[in-house]
């Protein structure tokens, strides 16, 4: 069964960068359509950004467009979402999802914090 770790998730300054990653072990992830979500206390979760796995097409939520960016790195089995110019708003668990053939697995959480 697919297991995902997030990593990356850190405390930063307001206009801050980060990188987060989300790794597999046992399975191709270039096989998956990829996820990243997140939920702020007492807010429901919402998504992100997506990335395909037919055509590495990305979608992005229009609060990050334009900050945050979906990448695989095939070699290294991690899909990483780099995050620009953070907000006090993008505090939240940020967390990882694969999806196939309409199962979905999902990682753990990384903690991002935003200070202003």
């Known amino acids: 069964q697919l297991q995902l770790v997030e990593s990356g998730g850190d405390l930063v300054q307001s206009g801050g960068s980060l990188r987060l990653s989300c790794a597999a072990s046992?399975?191709?992830?270039?096989?998956?359509?990829i996820g990243w979500f997140r939920q702020a206390p007492g807010k429901e979760r919402e998504g992100v950004s997506t990335?395909?796995?037919?055509?590495?097409?990305?979608y992005y939520a229009d609060s990050v467009k334009g900050r945050f960016i979906v990448i695989r790195d095939n070699a290294k089995n991690t899909v990483h979402l780099q995050m620009n110019n953070l907000k006090p708003e993008d505090t939240a668990i940020y967390y990882c999802?694969?999806?196939?053939?309409?199962?979905?697995?999902w990682g753990q959480g990384t903690q991002v914090t935003v200070s202003s």
């Open positions: 999802k694969a999806e196939l053939y309409g199962t979905n697995y």
């Open positions: 990335i395909s796995s037919s055509d590495d097409s990305t």
């Open positions: 046992g399975v191709r992830l270039d096989y998956y359509a």
